[in-house]
């Protein structure tokens, strides 16, 4: 939004998790990682740095995802936290809670769970009935 500083998404994958890999356990990353296997555990960009995360049309997550930007066309099972940028492509699934400060959803992508917007925190504001004359 406006006055906001935007983290600029990491232009690079410096990590690949390739087709027929499965890991099992927790992903701790800096930079770029794209997932074209399966992870059964936490995916997690390094704190206090821009990090990319690209699920493919064929990956499968099955864990808790936070980074700061990340496209998604495969499969994800668990909670979504995306603290800059969120893009849904056509063949993304998602059953969990996501967390986005912007989002991008493609048509014929679907997510069971809630959308919740983390930007700027909502002002209060007085409502005042009306003086009837």
Same mark, same amino acid.
């Given at each position: 939004m406006f006055g906001? @500083?935007?983290? @600029?998404?990491? &232009?690079? $994958?410096?990590? +690949? $998790? &390739? *087709? &027929?890999? *499965? +890991?099992a356990g927790d992903v701790t990353f800096t930079g770029g990682l794209r997932v074209d296997g399966e992870i059964k555990g936490n995916v997690r960009g390094a704190a206090d740095q821009p990090t990319t995360l690209v699920i493919s049309e064929h990956a499968r997550i099955e864990g808790e995802i936070s980074v700061s930007h990340l496209v998604i066309n495969g499969t994800v099972i668990g909670p979504v936290h995306a603290?800059?940028? +969120?893009? +849904?492509? *056509?063949?993304?699934r998602v059953t969990g809670d996501v967390e986005?400060?912007?989002?991008e959803m493609h048509l014929g992508a679907v997510v069971q769970g809630r959308l919740v917007h983390q930007g700027m925190p909502a002002k209060s504001v007085e409502l005042k009935l009306a003086a009837s004359n």
């Open positions: 906001k @500083k935007s983290v @600029k998404p990491q &232009g690079r $994958i410096d990590s +690949l $998790i &390739g *087709a &027929g890999t *499965a +890991l603290s800059e940028f +969120l893009e +849904l492509q *056509a063949r993304a986005y400060s912007t989002v």
